[in-house]
C-alpha cells in the first residue's frame, strides 16, 4: 500500500508507516544541466573528484567526458555509494571510483586532482567553508573547483496557496535548525575565498516545471520530501506541526501538481575558483 499520512487517524501511530521512502530518487541527474557551467574548464585526462556524488549519475557523465582521465566519487552515504557502484558497472564505465567518506577528511594526498566538483552538498554541511578548504588541500596547484547550491529564497510557485507558502517556510526554518544553509547558494563566491580559492566568479541558472509530466514529477518530489522520515519525525518530535498538518501539505502538493496552471521555478547558484 502506498504509504499515506492522510490514512493514519491519530498521532500515534507506528511513523514506519507513514514514511513513503526516506531517500529522494536523484539519480536522473546528468552533467549537461547539473555541470554545464563547469564544463568549460575541464577537459580530457583531468582527474577529479566529485565530492558529495550521491547516487553517481553526474559523477559517471563527468567520468566520461574526462577520460583518459579518472574520476572519483566521494560520500558519507554507503547506500548512495552502492548505487554509484552498481551505475558505473551498468554503465561500463571503469575510469570512476567511489568511495564511503566525509568531505570534511579526504582520504586523499595533498595536490592529488586536477578539479573538484560538489553539486548541491554545501547546503546539507554545518561547515562547508571546512570542507571547501579540504578540498583546496587535495587539488593541485592550479587545480580548478565548481559548486553549485540552490538558494530557498529563489523557489517561486504558483499558483498562490497559502498550505505551500508555510510548508515551505517550515522546511526552510527546519533545514536552517539543522544547523545546515538553505541560503547557501547565495554564498557560494564567499565559501570558496574563504576555502583559499582565488580568480572566483559566480553564475546562476534556473530550473523550472512548467508542463504536465514537469509538474507532477516536481509535486510528487515536494509530497516525498514532506513525508520522509528525516523531516517528519523531528519536526513531530518538536511539536512544529502535526500529523494532520503534514498530510494537509502531501495532499497540497498533490492537488497542486494536478492543475494545470501549475508552474515552479527555482535559482541555482554556481562558482568556481582556482588553487593558485
Ligand atoms: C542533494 S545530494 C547531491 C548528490 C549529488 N551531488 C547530486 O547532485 O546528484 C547531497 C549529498 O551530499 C552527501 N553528503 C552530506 N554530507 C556529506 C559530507 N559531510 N561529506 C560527503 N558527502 C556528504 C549526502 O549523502 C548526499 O548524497
Given at each position: 500500500?502506498?504509504?499515506?499520512?492522510?490514512?493514519?487517524?491519530?498521532?500515534?501511530v507506528?511513523?514506519r508507516?507513514?514514511?513513503?521512502?526516506?531517500?529522494?530518487?536523484?539519480?536522473?541527474?546528468?552533467?549537461?544541466k547539473?555541470a554545464?557551467?563547469?564544463?568549460?574548464?575541464?577537459?580530457?585526462?583531468?582527474d577529479?573528484?566529485?565530492?558529495?556524488c550521491?547516487?553517481g549519475?553526474?559523477?559517471?557523465?563527468?567520468?566520461?567526458l574526462?577520460?583518459?582521465?579518472?574520476?572519483?566519487?566521494?560520500?558519507?552515504?554507503?547506500?548512495q555509494i552502492e548505487?554509484a557502484r552498481t551505475l558505473?558497472?551498468?554503465?561500463?564505465?571503469?575510469?570512476?571510483?567511489f568511495?564511503?567518506?566525509?568531505?570534511?577528511?579526504?582520504?586523499?594526498?595533498d595536490?592529488?586532482?586536477?578539479?573538484a566538483?560538489?553539486?548541491?552538498?554545501?547546503?546539507?554541511?554545518?561547515?562547508?567553508?571546512?570542507?571547501?578548504r579540504e578540498?583546496h588541500?587535495?587539488?593541485?596547484?592550479?587545480?580548478?573547483?565548481g559548486?553549485r547550491?540552490?538558494?530557498?529564497?529563489g523557489?517561486?510557485?504558483?499558483?498562490s496557496?497559502?498550505?505551500?507558502d508555510?510548508?515551505?517556510?517550515?522546511?526552510?526554518?527546519?533545514?536552517?535548525?539543522?544547523?545546515?544553509?538553505p541560503?547557501?547558494?547565495?554564498?557560494?563566491?564567499?565559501?570558496?575565498r574563504?576555502?583559499?580559492?582565488?580568480?572566483?566568479?559566480?553564475?546562476?541558472?534556473?530550473?523550472?516545471?512548467?508542463?504536465?509530466?514537469?509538474?507532477?514529477?516536481?509535486?510528487?518530489?515536494?509530497a516525498?520530501?514532506?513525508?520522509?522520515?528525516d523531516?517528519?519525525?523531528?519536526?513531530?518530535?518538536?511539536?512544529?506541526?502535526?500529523?494532520a498538518?503534514?498530510?494537509?501539505i502531501?495532499?497540497?502538493?498533490?492537488?497542486?501538481?494536478?492543475?494545470?496552471?501549475?508552474f515552479?521555478?527555482?535559482?541555482?547558484?554556481?562558482?568556481?575558483g582556482?588553487?593558485?
Open positions: 500500500m502506498d504509504a499515506d499520512v492522510g490514512q493514519q487517524q491519530e498521532p500515534k507506528d511513523l508507516s507513514v514514511f513513503a521512502r526516506d531517500q529522494l530518487d536523484l539519480a536522473f541527474k546528468s552533467i549537461g547539473e554545464g557551467f563547469f564544463i568549460p574548464h575541464l577537459r580530457p585526462g583531468m577529479l573528484l566529485d565530492c558529495g550521491g547516487p549519475s553526474i559523477t559517471i557523465g563527468l567520468a566520461e574526462l577520460s583518459p582521465g579518472s574520476v572519483v566519487g566521494i560520500d558519507v552515504s554507503e547506500l548505487r558505473a558497472l551498468e554503465k561500463s564505465v571503469e575510469n570512476v571510483d568511495y564511503d567518506a566525509t568531505a570534511y577528511s579526504l582520504p586523499f594526498e595536490d592529488t586532482f586536477d578539479a566538483f560538489v553539486h548541491t552538498v554545501l547546503q546539507h554541511l554545518r561547515e562547508p567553508q571546512l570542507a571547501i578540498i588541500r587535495v587539488l593541485k596547484p592550479g587545480g580548478v573547483i559548486v547550491d540552490s538558494d530557498w529564497s523557489h517561486i510557485r504558483g499558483p496557496n497559502q498550505v505551500l508555510a510548508a515551505w517556510e517550515l522546511y526552510t526554518r527546519f533545514h536552517a535548525q539543522r544547523g545546515r544553509h541560503y547557501a547558494g547565495r554564498n557560494l563566491r564567499a565559501f570558496l574563504e576555502g583559499g580559492f582565488v580568480n572566483v566568479h559566480g553564475t546562476a541558472s534556473s530550473e523550472y516545471s512548467g508542463d504536465t509530466d514537469s509538474v507532477q514529477a516536481t509535486a510528487q518530489v515536494m516525498l520530501l514532506f513525508r520522509s522520515s523531516f517528519v519525525k523531528p519536526v513531530l518530535e518538536m511539536e512544529w506541526i502535526d500529523l498538518g503534514i498530510n494537509e502531501v495532499q497540497a502538493w498533490k492537488e497542486w501538481g494536478e492543475n494545470p496552471d501549475a515552479y521555478a527555482f535559482t541555482n547558484c554556481e562558482a568556481v582556482w588553487k593558485q
